[in-house]
Nanobody, 125 residues
Framework: QVQLAESGGGLVQAGGSLRLSCAAS????????LGWFRQAPGKEREFVAA????????YYADSVKGRFTISRDYAKSAVYLQMNSLKPEDTAVYFC??????????????????WGQGTQVTVSS
């Protein structure tokens, strides 16, 4: 099993930066694929970024490419989302997720079997 807990959300002005952290516990973390998703009020949960078990492959939604960076730290059992040049449309609850299954489609929310509780990110214009 993997337990996930996000932190680092908050209120920031447009153009600013935030770094989200997701602390993970569980023996399978090092072999898990990890992702970040977000959900704005009245909208479906959408893919933001993902990273494979080795950290050698990363994936991004077109809307965040070039602005957001996903990374993982094995020593700290954590995954991060560095968010730069934030826009009001980035406002959402951000969730980290882990995939411990044999197959993985990085952009699909149903490809992840563990989820954190989420952290609110609000970008003011």
């Amino acid at each position: 099993q993997v337990q996930l807990a996000e932190s680092g959300g908050g209120l920031v002005q447009a153009g600013g930066s935030l770094r989200l952290s997701c602390a993970a516990s569980g023996r399978t973390f090092s072999s898990s694929r990890l992702g970040w998703f977000r959900q704005a009020p009245g909208k479906e949960r959408e893919f933001v970024a993902a990273i494979n078990w080795s950290g050698g492959s990363t994936y991004y939604a077109d809307s965040v490419k070039g602005r957001f960076t996903i990374s993982r730290d094995y020593a700290k059992s954590a995954v991060y989302l560095q968010m730069n040049s934030l826009k009001p449309e980035d406002t959402a609850v951000y969730f980290c997720a882990a995939n411990t299954m044999r197959t993985w489609l990085p952009t699909r929310s149903n490809a992840y079997d563990y989820w954190g509780q989420g952290t609110q990110v609000t970008v003011s214009s």
